[in-house]
Nanobody
Framework: QVQLVESGGGLVQAGGSLRLSCSAS????????MGWFRQAPGKEREFVAA???????YYADSVKGRFTIPRDNDKNTIYLQMNSLKPEDTAVYYC????????????????WGQGTQVTVSS
């Protein structure tokens, strides 16, 4: 069992930055690959970024060059550093953990946090 807690969401103007955190407890954090997804009202949950156990990162085209996903195994935490935010980035952001499967698909993630709201005003 892994418990995930996201934090750091809020309201920001277009062009601004936010850093989300996802803290994990439970089993050995370093054994898990991690990812960030987001869900806007009326839309399906979509992939944003992922990081493997070895530190390889993956990004959706829509956020590449603007978002990064650092990982700190000593703190059992991953982050989502979001820069140059756009109104279309507005969504509830979720972090998830997985031990196998393709990073891109939400159904491969075993555990999820409760989500944190990010709102970008124009």
């Amino acid at each position: 069992q892994v418990q995930l807690v996201e934090s750091g969401g809020g309201l920001v103007q277009a062009g601004g930055s936010l850093r989300l955190s996802c803290s994990a407890s439970g089993r050995t954090f370093s054994n898990y690959a991690m990812g960030w997804f987001r869900q806007a009202p009326g839309k399906e949950r979509e992939f944003v970024a992922a990081i493997s156990r070895s530190g390889t990162t993956y990004y959706a085209d829509s956020v590449k060059g603007r978002f990064t996903i650092p990982r700190d195994n000593d703190k059992n935490t991953i982050y989502l550093q979001m820069n140059s935010l756009k109104p279309e980035d507005t969504a509830v952001y979720y972090c998830g953990s997985r031990t196998r499967g393709n990073y891109y698909y939400a159904e491969t993630y075993d555990y999820w946090g409760q989500g944190t709201q990010v709102t970008v005003s124009s």
